[in-house]
């Protein structure tokens, strides 16, 4: 009986792991990975590319292994690609080290067929940021574009939701397995996602999100996309590991303009320094492959897909004058006192507010109520608080 021929192909992602570049060299030295599979351990190790971890891998993850893996995924309604598939991405197909293999919760979209760009940022996006993510999203998918984004909160988020709310195609690539239960608050997104496109990942299925994985992660991300635009990102951000990824893989590099001194707007205003191309809504990315994609492409002039910096700049201001032209109350905890810094006069709901100050909700709420008998803020109904008054 004929085994399946994406078993070998597991077999040796579990071995080299994600990320790794040596399939090339073993695709160039064996007719074909079945070969490679039987020639065994003497010659792979006169190869002299495999470390002695890889090695062990090799050979003891055995074929049996690989096919429960595949059994597992199909019960899990999840699907395996290996670069043998018709369906496996071109575009990955051309990066220095394409994975051995997928695996793919809904259908991936034709990325021949349409443009693809991915959408990074912060986590610790801003309001304006939020905003701009998803309009540059709205804008490239009701436009013809295929969103590409890593489904994390802040700019990932704002992208998925702007690609989904114009009715458009968009894809989440993950730095875990597909079932792990990464980043529950956004479980809802990654449904309607794998519904309207894709979920995607190179690792299988139960993969918990370990903090390497998003680096390696991150190339797939502009792998799969023409484009990468940079919406925020401070000046360390993952966000420019993806736009680095994106140089080397020879795509366009894109950045969202920000006000200078802010964090948030480091990374995006070094890659303009850099010289990548600055762009204000969707059409100035959409522009750039017009000839590329005749008659896939509609520029649209629209409330939700043109977002203009200058407005943008102008509230980004009004929040850093809330938040940062204020003298901090003397004697307050450490918690209170990283809320008090991200609190404006404008009411926001108090998730947001964890998030951006970067503490625990369940240390949040004692902090809101030393701040609410300290007169210091004034509570809304949804949990949303505001500076009050003086």
């Known amino acids: 009986m004929a085994i399946d021929q994406r078993a070998y192909w597991v077999w040796l992602q579990h071995a080299l792991q994600a990320g790794s570049s040596k399939t090339r060299h073993i695709l160039e030295s064996f007719e074909n990975l079945e070969a490679f599979y039987r020639a065994g351990l003497r010659e792979w190790s006169l190869m002299g590319i495999f470390t002695q971890r890889e090695l062990a891998a090799l050979r003891t993850y055995t074929l049996q292994d690989a096919l429960a893996q595949i059994d597992l995924c199909q019960k899990l309604g999840q699907h395996i690609l290996t670069p043998e598939d018709r369906d496996y991405p071109f575009l990955l197909r051309q990066i220095h080290n394409p994975p051995a293999v997928l695996y793919v919760q809904g259908r991936l979209p034709d990325f021949l067929e349409f443009p693809s760009v991915s959408i990074v940022g912060t986590r610790k996006a801003t309001l304006v940021g939020k905003r701009v993510a998803h309009s540059l999203g709205y804008g490239l998918a009701k436009g013809g574009a295929i969103v590409v984004s890593g ?79 940079v919406v925020e990102a401070t000046e360390k951000s993952g966000s420019l590991i993806t736009a680095n990824e994106a140089i080397h ?47 896939k492409i509609h520029l649209e002039e629209s409330t939700e897909s043109v977002m203009l910096i200058e407005t943008a700049q102008k509230e980004q201001k009004t929040v850093q004058g809330n938040t940062e032209d204020r003298e901090e109350p003397a004697g307050l905890s450490p918690y209170a006192a990283a809320l008090f810094r991200v609190l404006t006069c404008e009411p926001r709901p108090f998730l947001e507010l964890c998030q951006e100050a970067d503490i625990p909700t369940v240390c949040a709420l004692p902090a809101v109520t030393e701040l609410e008998l300290a007169g210091i803020i004034q509570g809304y109904s949804g949990r949303r608080y505001s500076l009050k008054e003086s």
């Open 151 to 229: 489904g994390a909160l802040g700019i990932d988020t704002a992208a998925h939701k702007g690609a989904l709310l114009a009715g458009g195609k968009t894809v989440c690539v993950l730095g875990c397995g597909i079932s792990h239960p990464y980043l529950l608050a956004n479980a809802d997104l990654r449904d309607s996602i794998a519904q309207n496109g894709a979920l995607l990942s190179e690792y299988p299925p139960h993969t918990p999100a370990l903090r390497n994985h998003f680096p390696v992660r991150n190339r797939l991300i502009s792998g799969l996309t023409l484009g990468t635009v």
């Open 249 to 295: 893989q020879n795509r366009d590099v894109f950045a969202v303009p920000g006000l200078v001194g802010s964090r948030a707007s480091q990374g995006p205003n070094n890659l303009l320094r850099e010289g990548m191309r600055a762009v204000s809504c969707a059409n100035d990315i959409l522009q750039e492959y017009l000839f590329r994609f005749p008659g």
